[in-house]
């Protein structure tokens, strides 16, 4: 049986996700706390009274250490450049920016869109009321939506950024 390419893409997807989110991070948290306690505090009698087991070391890393990692995660997204400029970076490189997403808006919103559009210009036209500007810019959306309903594209994907 041979995989395709779309089922190794989504697993190669996939096992990065779950490595770089969950096995690295637990990993690096307990490396981390290890390394310290028995290369930092374990030489140093003034901290190893305060931490005589790692246990309490690990507790208390861990009672500082998650509220400040959230803290860190929140001015990342609420008051640093940082998340913008990555939230510009997946808007670029994402096809269905200037595609129709599969499910309801290709099934359902677009068509339906389409329909309202072409039945209004229809309805305008007989009462003679849309000039050659409006005409011409409906007919622009109507084409647009039509290359949306058969699987193309609109506009211009920036994919060729240097950054």
Do not use: C, M
């Given at each position: 049986m041979r995989i395709s390419q779309r089922v190794l893409t989504r697993l190669w997807y996939y096992f990065r996700l779950g490595y770089s989110t969950y096995l690295t991070w637990a990993l690096g948290y307990v490396s981390t706390l290890v390394t310290v306690y028995y290369l930092a505090i374990k030489?140093?009698?003034?901290?190893?009274?305060?931490?005589?087991?790692?246990?309490s070391f690990a507790a208390l890393a861990t009672v500082i250490g998650g509220p400040t990692a959230v803290l860190i995660g929140w001015v990342?997204?609420?008051?640093?450049?940082?998340?913008?400029?990555?939230?510009?970076?997946?808007?670029e490189s994402n096809p269905y920016?200037?595609?129709?997403?599969?499910?309801?808006?290709?099934?359902?919103?677009?068509?339906?869109?389409?329909?309202?559009?072409?039945?209004?210009?229809?309805?305008?036209?007989?009462?003679?009321?849309?000039?050659?500007?409006?005409?011409?810019?409906?007919?622009?959306?109507?084409r647009k939506m039509k290359e949306l309903l058969g699987g193309g594209y609109v506009g211009t994907p920036r994919r060729n950024l240097n950054l």
């Open positions: 030489n140093l009698p003034a901290l190893l009274d305060v931490f005589p087991q790692f246990v990342h997204f609420k008051r640093s450049l940082a998340y913008s400029a990555e939230a510009d970076i997946a808007i920016t200037y595609k129709l997403t599969p499910g309801i808006w290709a099934e359902v919103f677009a068509p339906l869109y389409l329909e309202l559009l072409i039945q209004q210009k229809k309805l305008l036209e007989a009462q003679h009321l849309l000039s050659e500007d409006d005409r011409k810019r409906v007919e622009t959306i109507e």
